[in-house]
């Protein structure tokens, strides 16, 4: 069955990166992409951006744009979401998400926990 | 961006209502727009992707509809399982972006 597993909850003090990893299984790894969602207290889900797992391309969102790197490695079938210059506003509950054959977001992993405090 | 409008906010229903939950952008979206349903601590579940299509192993009850702008996801019977809190999200251009949830809570 489709599983993506992400990494352990993360305290980063501001002005740090935080790097929050996803691997994919139970299905093609590079046949799907993955996108970065996050979703922080009280407020609506916000995409961050996507990669294409087979080529590599990536989109980001204009609002992280600079800040944000998504990586994958195909022989580990994971994906990371890099987010650097961490202020208290990144503190919230990231996922990652594949994108459906037909659109929307099919499979989602269960979140982690980035907190930004000093 | 396109901005994502839900109504109402917040619902009050019984088991066995007909729930209709409405989605309005900013900009014409054709049929690029998905729902979801999140239950606390859980990642949100697709259930509707290009407006109207059902996701694979969800309920017959779920439905969705709209074209362009308006959109609105309707529950024909609602269940004790359907209290929920429901978002739209469309991916006609980037960045994607969500509507604010539609929490729905028991009369």
């Known amino acids: 069955q489709v599983q993506l597993v992400q990494s352990g909850a993360e305290v980063q003090k501001p002005g740090a990166s935080v790097k929050v990893s996803c691997k994919a299984s139970?299905?093609?790894?590079?046949?799907?992409?993955i996108h970065w969602v996050r979703q922080a207290p009280g407020q609506r889900l916000e995409w961050m951006g996507w990669i294409n797992a087979g080529n590599g391309d990536t989109k980001y969102s204009q609002r992280f744009q600079g800040r944000v790197t998504i990586t994958r490695d195909t022989s580990a079938s994971t994906v990371d979401m890099g987010l650097s210059s961490l202020r208290s506003e990144d503190t919230a509950l990231y996922y990652c998400a594949r994108e459906g054959t037909m659109g929307g977001f099919d499979f989602w992993g269960l979140g982690t926990l980035v907190t930004v405090s000093s | 961006d396109i901005q994502m409008t839900q109504s109402p906010s917040t619902l009050s229903a019984s088991v066995g209502d007909r729930v209709t939950i409405t989605c309005r952008a900013s900009?014409?979206?054709?049929?690029?727009l998905a729902w979801y349903q999140q239950k606390p601590g859980k990642a949100p579940n697709l259930l509707i992707y290009?407006?109207?299509g059902r996701e694979s192993g969800v309920p017959s009850r779920f439905s969705g509809s709209g074209y362009g702008t308006e959109f609105t996801l309707t529950i024909s019977s609602l269940q004790p399982d359907d209290f929920a809190t429901y978002f739209c999200q469309h991916y006609h251009t980037y960045p994607w972006t969500f509507g604010q949830g539609t929490k729905v809570e028991i009369k």
């Open positions: 139970g299905y093609p790894f590079t046949n799907f992409a």
């Open positions: 290009q407006a109207s």
């Open positions: 900009q014409t979206l054709g049929s690029w």
